[in-house]
């Protein structure tokens, strides 16, 4: 990929959602809410401070985490959709 994000910014890429409900219903495409899911797949450098610091970002590639339901800016790079979002948007990571 030929795209690296700056500062406290990642890109994910949404994690797919089931799509069936534990009762076994099949929900279909048009009543699916995006997933509030993902991967992050790029980081940013890390947040510069007033007095030119870097502090590292707490996520890393690989990571699954959750997000906020509007957070982040949507695009499309080599036919997949991303996500780009600075790290306070993010909630938390999710352990395996």
Do not use: C, Q
């Amino acid at each position: 990929m030929k795209f690296r994000p700056l500062h406290d910014r990642v890109m994910l890429r949404r994690v797919d959602v089931e799509e069936t409900t534990k009762g076994g219903i099949i929900i279909p495409e048009t009543a699916k809410e995006k997933p509030m899911e993902g991967e992050i797949v790029a980081v940013g450098s890390g947040l510069k401070t007033e007095d030119g610091k870097v502090v590292s970002l707490d996520v890393k590639v690989g990571d699954r985490v959750i997000f906020g339901k509007w957070s982040g800016t949507e695009v499309k790079l080599d036919g997949i959709d991303y996500l780009i979002m600075k790290e306070s948007d993010i909630m938390g990571i999710l352990n395996a």
